[in-house]
């Protein structure tokens, strides 16, 4: 077991890959807070025969400055770039709770304050840098897991529908854990530098604003929209969170796979379109699915329909709390995309 020395300060290191064990299936109701205080062992790291001066250059990103020359260095790149995303993974599909991912962490952090030690660099000159770097990773893969969770949980869903093309799933537990796992990791972290010694760490908790992160990573409903605007969907403020327990799959049905009958949607005028599209909304008990008069021909049709004025005309009524996500989703053909984003320059 090896040990990092930081400031006087000593951190306990085990295997990265063990250090999250296979847990029965968890709620997010059962996944309790752990504090910080508890999750942050005292009698962590040492290291012993530090080179008077660094071995190499000091890295513009701790997290991917890896040459692969010895068997240690492709073994740490693999944890970190292989079993971290996994480990992010398992919590969203609610496999493992947040405690054993905090110490999965913890255990990266050390790895690499060891690491780097190693190699000739102060551990108090460097692990707040380790710690930023660190967490940006982490901030690009909570998003990108709770997106692949969700990808997951959407697929078996158009199949029990009988959706056969491309679809694109939104379920609004996703963004609330997501946000909630990243709090929780952005406070883990500025604890983790003061448990090293290195004092109080202002860690930004989200990218900074235009940051080519965003359009994608910036959180959960920024990943879905990137789905979304592929498939022929848009949400227009992406900032906007959503009512809890709301679902929606959207099916584009651009391959024309799906012939929705005109019984989805009587009010909406002339025959349905061969490649008209669909949606379909649970919210605590009320239901939603209907046709989407989403037409390619542009000189004759709307660029594009509105989820909310879609609902309304259908004259069924809808919860009230549900009126600003419903007022906030446009959908239109694949084909005339380009036409819909120039409209929409916030893509």
Partial sequence: MSMISVSGRHFTSTPLGGSVQPESKISDSEAKETPLASSIKEDTVSISQRPEKPLIDRPVNFVSNFSHTTTVETDLFVRLRNKLPATFDEYMRGNIDKDSLLKTLDKAVSDMVEYYG?????????????LKDLYADCRIQMVRAADSASYLEGKKLAQELGCTGFTTYYNSDFYYKSENLIDSVHDHFEALSVKYGCGVMELERDFPKG???????????AAINGDLRGMGGSMIDETIPPPKGFTMLFDSNSKGLNRYPASMGEEIPGEPSLFDSAVYIQYQGWNFAHRLPTRMDPTQYDISVHLMDIIENAGKGYPAELRTWLDNVDFFAINVGKLYTDCHKNY
């Fill in 118 to 130: 190693g190699k000739g660099f102060d551990p108090a000159d460097i692990t707040q840098d380790i």
């Fill in 211 to 221: 940051d080519v992160r965003n359009p994608y990573y910036a959180s959960y409903n």
